[in-house]
């Protein structure tokens, strides 16, 4: 998979791609990033991207030409072009399930007070990663990469990412690791029984009544599922 991002602050991601799971991915060749400040596609004078709103205002508004002609250079017929956009379809694991199928996807990051409308036209699908207003795209599109490199083949173990919240409409179960007494705390004892199977029983339960207590619309979105 290819995932190129576009911005007007490449820095920003230096942490990102040279740390932990993302670095390993990227130097085992399991995915390709590319981190592409679309300034350099600006046809006006000193590269500008950005100009006053048209009615007034505050703020800053991104121009079309940038952005759409960095689209156009990089987009083919396996692209999938999206907007990282407050106002967008709301993530959650479902889409990063779906977006991991394709084979390159380009993540636009506005800046600023927004974008110019006419940009709408040419994406495929604008993405909010929660109800709340960043400065930036750059984080979101660091939340989307981040979400869809640990699901591809290799870079964790499918086992992993499994039993992981969200992945079957239930969050995860409680872990633990050594000492099993921690200031009178005591591991659950089930957890040191060595029975696979009490334990594979347990986390379920325990995943279940979790998802009751603090997210009983994931457990409402499956009944919805089964009815469809
Ligand atoms: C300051 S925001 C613009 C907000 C816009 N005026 C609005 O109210 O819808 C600048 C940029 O940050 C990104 N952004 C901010 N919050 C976001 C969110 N929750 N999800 C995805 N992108 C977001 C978008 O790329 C957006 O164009």
Known sequence: ?????????????????????IKRALNEKLVTINIIDFRKYSPFKHHQVDDTPYGGGAGMVLMCEPVVLAIEDLKGPDSLVILTCPQGKVYNEKTALDLKKYKHLIIICGHYEGYDERIRQFVDLEISIGDYVLTGGEIPAMAITDSIVRLIDGVITKESYEKDSFSNDLLDYPTYTKPSNFRGLEVPSVLLSGDHQKIAEYRLNEQIKRTKERRPD???DQNENKKD
């Open 218 to 220: 994931l457990m409402e």
């Open 1 to 21: 998979m290819q995932i190129d991002i576009l911005t007007l602050f490449p820095k920003m991601f230096e942490g990102f791609l040279t740390e932990s799971i």
